[in-house]
């Protein structure tokens, strides 16, 4: 079993919906959380950072974390075509490396 | 503000060959981690190098190893190059101290024939 599991999707939408996506894991240590988006042959680009348990909103993307399913998720309202990309949940404990999951490849159409 | 920056951005090598690949740190940034992602893969840590040692390694045979400059910059070898080993490799840099956050540059796809 993988750490961290993400549901690589691909997932479509139209512009204006909103994208949910989630990652699980197992371990219980993880409690620094993170979603990065990276768009093809580019670098991951951080989007979001929380600390343990809870939400943290910035501007169109939500962030929710809840510990004790370990079960993080990361929601984006008014979808745009620019953010089609593949997102990547992260996260770390109290080490000094992040366990990502696969991602998961979002189409917003037009 | 310069991000962080890696060169080469594509390199073609052959299998057994070696490779060394380069990266600067955000302005400001004293801590260097690499990562390997692979096609269709999250990105899998390689090791991570602070005050010119390195702190903590992933589970990567000892054909990788690196190095931290004075100025912070890094660099990662690859020894005896094997097929397998293609792959986007990636650096990421974060403030003194905040290692949390950590913030990638472009990559380098290396691609072994």
């Not at chain 1, 750490?3 to 620094?32: M, R």
């Not at chain 2, 380069?22 to 899998?44: E, N």
């Amino acid at each position: 079993q993988k750490e961290v599991e993400q549901d690589p999707g691909p997932l479509s939408v139209p512009e204006g919906a909103i994208v949910s996506l989630n990652c699980t894991y197992s371990n219980s240590a993880f409690q620094y959380f993170m979603w990065y988006r990276q768009y093809s042959r580019k670098g991951p680009e951080l989007l979001m950072y929380t600390y343990s348990s809870g939400n943290k909103e910035d501007g169109r993307f939500t962030a929710q974390v809840d510990k004790s399913s370990k079960y993080i998720s990361l929601f984006i309202r008014d979808s745009q075509p620019s953010d089609s990309a593949t997102y990547l949940c992260a996260m770390k404990d109290t080490d000094y490396k992040l366990s990502f999951g696969a991602g998961t490849t979002v189409t917003v159409r037009a | 503000d310069a991000g962080v920056t890696q060169s080469p951005t594509h390199l073609i090598k052959t299998r057994g060959q070696q490779v060394t690949l380069r990266c600067s740190p955000k302005s400001g940034h004293d801590t260097v981690s690499w990562y390997q992602q692979a096609l269709g893969q999250g990105p899998q840590f390689i090791f991570q190098y602070y005050e010119e040692e390195e702190r903590q390694r992933g589970n990567f045979p000892d054909r990788f190893s690196g190095h931290q400059f004075p100025n912070y910059s890094s660099e990662l070898n690859v020894n005896a190059l094997l097929l397998g080993d293609s792959a986007l490799y990636l650096c990421a840099s974060s403030f003194p101290g905040t290692y949390n956050e950590q913030f990638f540059g472009p990559g380098t796809r290396l691609t072994v024939l």
